[in-house]
């Protein structure tokens, strides 16, 4: 079973300034398999990104992933207030991560 | 996209068994398979399973042994149970579709809360 970790756990920042969240996969292997999701307060979460760097349908373009292998990265340049939130990213439609906190500095 | 509905009780009582169904505007699509994903409150994501209109399902190892996923295409709705519950499985279950091409999840319904308590 794979294991995903995220780092940070929390990311404080302020609106405008970029966030970089990271996804380590305990395995290397299906690149083309790894999601990244959105979840806010009381919400389901929202696909962003799916094949680690193609974005999901309306989802704004300061969002990207990036990574291969074991190491997988999220970043969204210049944070809007709608982005302070919670992001996971999940592996091959099954394991996910514990989540990065993206809140406000 | 597609829209999803889970329903089910919201309180289920210890070492019974938890059913949910989620009701698909189509679940006949072949090009994807339908999954349950639960969240303990304020907790992460985990997956527990899914399953493609053909019958052919995937479980959570640490879930297996209790978990059956069941689809009805005539009744466009795929279904969760999850037996022997504790209190350890009162989460926000979610059901949503997958994508075998990427694996990643593009619609998920909102959510339903099943509390396990006597």
């Known amino acids: 079973e794979i294991v995903l970790t995220q780092s940070p756990g929390t990311l404080s920042l302020s609106p405008g300034e970029r966030a970089t969240l990271s996804c380590r996969t305990s395995?290397?292997?299906?690149?083309?398999?790894l999601a990244w999701y959105q979840q806010k307060p009381g919400q389901a979460p929202r696909l962003l990104i799916y094949g680690a760097s193609s974005r999901a349908t309306g989802i704004p373009d300061r969002f990207s992933g990036s990574g291969s292998g074991k190491d997988f990265t999220l970043t969204i340049n210049g944070l809007e207030p709608e982005d302070f939130a919670v992001y996971y990213c999940q592996h091959y439609g099954r394991t996910f991560g514990q989540g990065t906190k993206v809140e406000i500095k | 996209q597609v829209q999803l509905q889970e329903s089910g009780p919201g309180l289920v009582r210890p070492s019974e068994t938890l059913s949910l169904s989620c009701s698909v505007s189509d679940v006949s699509s072949t090009s994807h398979y339908w999954s349950w994903v639960r969240q303990p409150p304020g907790k992460g994501l985990e997956w527990i399973g899914y399953?493609?209109?053909?019958?052919?399902?995937n479980y959570s190892p640490s879930l297996k042994p209790r978990v059956t996923i069941s689809i009805d295409t005539s009744k466009s709705q795929f279904s969760l149970k999850l037996n022997s519950v504790t209190a350890a499985d009162t989460a926000v279950y979610y059901c949503?579709?997958?994508?075998?091409?990427?694996?990643?999840?593009?619609?998920w319904g909102q959510g339903t809360l099943v509390s396990v308590s006597s």
């Open positions: 395995q290397s292997g299906g690149s083309n398999y």
């Open positions: 399953i493609y209109k053909t019958g052919i399902t």
């Open positions: 949503a579709r997958g994508s075998p091409d990427h694996g990643d999840y593009d619609s």
